[in-house]
């Protein structure tokens, strides 16, 4: 079936806890009335897809509410072990202490992958001397250990006049990607203005000429003519700029990484999950190529739908 695409703008318009039908649920694609329940939250990096296969979805099946939260992929995955949702969002794969919290909780999941995301780097339109970054001199940024203040902190012969840095929040999995690949586990730098709504962020930089900042490659693509993405060095010495080619073949290295949705097994159980879950899955590709981000191969997706349908004893 062709898919009506929405605009992106909308989408991150729409980054609050957003209900493509009004109503609330516990997590159960519980029913109320004549109206079926599926509730979704995590990561906003993966929203713009989730949000976007919600409202087709809804279009189709009128009586279904799809609620997508924006908690961040930590505050999904709390819900997730809470019971109160039966898809988590992710932007990073589950940590071993929240394997252990569902373990805990008798939650069976699997894991699944949706789509590719190259994290961006983005400095202020008026930038004119950054022109690539290396991992290490992020790392020198970044670190709460940073004794950089101003640009020329950075590298010889950039101007004297301090940075402003712009960072997901701690409950992120872009954070948590971010503080791993670039900061090694290191504490990030404490005077970095965080924020959960990736908009605020893009808002930050575009309003800070000294501004830098990081977030989902949709993000920057949406606002590409307000902002600057910043070529990153990679293994190879070469400075690559993010885009659906480089991430597709792993040319934009180390930061390019795996969209994930965590199901629930029992919440699997129920007709109205499962066929929203499925519908995620031969969308997905499509669906985040419309967004900005970048589809996994075709057999990829059908592996997947193999597994959710044993899953669901289908």
Known sequence: MKLKITLLTFIMLSLVIFTTACGNGDGSGNTEGDSKKVMVDGSSTVFPIMEAIAEEYSADNPKVKATIGVSGTGGGFEKFIAGETDMSNASRPIKEEEKQALKEAGIEYTEFKVALDGLSVVVNKKNEWVDQLTIEELDKMWSESSNVITWADVREGWPDEEIKFFSPGADSGTFDYFDEVVLDGEQMRKDASLSEDDNVLVQGVTGTKNAIGYFGYAYYLENKDELKVVPIVNKNGEAVTP??????????????RPLFI??????????????????????????????????????????QLSKLAEIAGK
Do not use: C, R
């Open 243 to 256: 885009s659906q080619e480089t991430i597709q073949s792993g040319e934009y290295e180390p930061l390019s």
């Open 262 to 303: 965590y199901m629930k097994h029992e919440a699997l159980k129920d007709e109205t999950v499962y066929d929203f879950a499925k519908y995620t899955l031969e969308n997905a590709g499509e669906m985040a190529e419309a967004v900005g981000y970048v589809g996994l191969p075709d057999s990829v997706y059908n592996d």
